[in-house]
């Protein structure tokens, strides 16, 4: 309660609620705030970048339905919106603490799962995402750290509620972000393993698992295909973020230039294509690049890695002063990953699903482009692994200190 009272505070102290006006409140949420717009006008979910380019699947849709009944309530792109939006914001991030702990506790320990739970609360770097962007960007990893729960759970839940609950959990999560769908093969079969281990039957569960997930889809993916007459499996977008990353531009960070809201021509031809065609037409012009560089494309691949748990670098003309938040986002990244390998090291029983989450979840941004939230979706686990290794370095100092005579 008082993180969520601290970042409440915070975003009238810093005027968080003031954003920005220039291209018609584009900076209100972006894509999701102009879908959100069309939602709230009636429209229905369309015209993800303005105009009225038609029924839209560009984002997945729970938080521009949110942003959208916010918008009906209180004002489209208004302060009373802002403060809402930032504030339910806040409160996802304060509630991703609940889960924290009880991850950290089942794995490590009760000292760890304290201070794990602490350095989430009351972290500044963690506030700054709840109180500024305007996005699923703290509802992505309360939902992710609720998986990881339920995960460690499932290795030995009996009965079938363990298996509703967690289908029903990748489904909100894939409607709320799609790319954490890249954990979910690792998650399943992690969890079938510890069950083998322990005797306990899978196969039902996760036929049932299964059935409640494409039943909590269902109902968008039905939306989808009758307003685009085929199969569109949640969001439709991948073309342009594959094209933006991988371009004659292409130097391993994104190319907003390209991008329809930055680039009239590139609107014009989304609102002349439609959606579908345009997306395709990017990802067409994407492959076509890498045929004819895939030496490049390897070199801005390693980039993105090295970009994604480095922090993405400034633009060389850039004037603004030197930012020391990139060698923070190193360290916590060195960190987190130091205290990965010594969990594996130590044989701690559920290290593998960290491991696995670490190895999943970046993969599709090694190959479109990396941004600092890309990482945020996992830094609950990332930041109890850092705990961890600094807990265990305190348990080594203490052991090497002789006791006094």
């Not at 954003?19 to 015209?47: K, L, N």
């Not at 602490?118 to 699923?136: G, K, T």
């Not at 992690?190 to 569960?205: E, T, V």
């Amino acid at each position: 309660m008082l993180s969520f009272l601290l970042q409440v505070a915070a975003i009238g102290v810093f005027r968080q609620y003031h954003t920005r006006t220039i291209e018609d409140h584009y900076g209100f949420g972006w894509e999701m705030g102009r879908v959100a717009r069309s939602i709230a006008s009636g429209e229905g979910f369309s015209s993800p970048y303005g105009g009225h380019t038609g029924p839209s699947a560009w984002e997945p849709p729970l938080y521009p339905y949110l942003m959208g009944g916010v918008f009906k309530i209180f004002g489209i792109y208004s302060y009373a919106s802002a403060w809402v939006l930032l504030s339910i914001n806040s409160l996802f991030a304060a509630l991703t603490t609940i889960p924290v702990f009880l991850i950290a506790s089942r794995c490590f320990g009760p000292r760890v799962a304290i201070w794990s739970a602490r350095v989430w609360a009351f972290n500044p770097y963690v506030w700054y995402w709840s109180i500024h962007w305007l996005w699923d960007t703290t509802f992505t990893p309360l939902i992710l750290a609720l998986i990881f729960l339920i995960s460690l759970e499932m290795e030995q839940w009996p009965g079938s509620w363990g298996w509703i609950l967690f289908g029903t959990l990748w489904g909100v999560g894939a409607l709320a972000n799609p790319a954490m769908l890249s954990f979910l093969p690792f998650c399943g079969l992690w969890i079938w393993w510890r069950r083998h281990r322990r005797g306990l039957p899978s196969l039902a569960g996760v036929i049932l698992a299964s059935f409640v997930f494409f039943l909590v889809l269902s109902p968008w993916l039905v939306r989808n295909y009758e307003v685009f007459h085929r199969f569109v499996f949640i969001r439709d977008d991948f073309g342009l973020q594959f094209r933006l990353g991988n371009n004659k531009l292409a130097d391993g960070m994104l190319i907003a230039a390209l991008q329809p809201n930055l680039n009239n021509v590139e609107f014009k031809k989304f609102e002349r294509m439609g959606e579908l065609a345009y997306e395709a037409d990017c990802r067409r012009l994407a492959f076509e690049w890498i045929r004819e560089h895939p030496r490049k494309f390897i070199v801005n691949s390693l980039k993105r890695f090295f970009y994604y748990w480095n922090s993405v670098p400034k633009p060389t003309d850039s004037t603004a002063p030197v930012d020391f938040r990139g060698s923070l986002f190193l360290a916590s990244s060195v960190l987190a990953i130091w205290g990965l390998g010594r969990a594996l090291r130590k044989k701690v029983p559920r290290a593998w699903l960290f491991a696995g989450l670490v190895a999943t979840y970046p993969t599709v941004y090694y190959f479109v482009f990396p941004h600092a939230r890309y990482r945020h979706p996992i830094e609950p686990e990332l930041f109890i692994l850092c705990v961890y290794l600094l807990s265990e370095a305190k348990v080594r100092a203490m052991a090497t200190v002789e006791p006094k005579p």
